[in-house]
């Protein structure tokens, strides 16, 4: 990854984790959701490891890093990573 890719994966990981945190809030509080209230990293437990939860930024960059090797960043959606963390289990 080069600086150049890495710029454009951070904007999307904002709007991504923002989506996904808003979706889970009511309308009144989805409304207060800004940039600063995305969590940087939070960490959940699987049978045999850890990983960062899916709304945390760190989770959020390396989903979107893992899916950079088959499809390209613009045509990655909110969708194709809700579908992605289904299938790992990683929701």
Not at 25 to 33: F, G, N, Y
Not at 42 to 49: D, H, P
């Given at each position: 990854m080069n600086a150049k890719n890495?710029?454009?994966?951070?904007?999307?990981?904002?709007?991504?984790?923002?989506?996904?945190?808003?979706e889970q809030?009511?309308?009144?509080?989805?409304?207060?959701?800004?940039?600063?209230s995305v969590v940087k990293a939070?960490?959940?437990?699987?049978?045999?490891?850890h990983y960062a939860i899916a709304m945390s930024s760190k989770g959020m960059k390396s989903i979107l890093k893992r899916m950079l090797k088959t499809k390209p960043l613009d045509a990655i959606t909110l969708q194709d990573v809700k579908e992605y963390c289904a299938q790992t289990g990683r929701g």
């Open positions: 890495m710029k454009k994966i951070n904007a999307k990981v904002e709007t991504f984790c923002m989506a996904l945190l808003k809030l009511s309308d009144e509080e989805a409304a207060k959701v800004t940039k600063n939070e960490y959940a437990t699987n049978k045999s490891y």
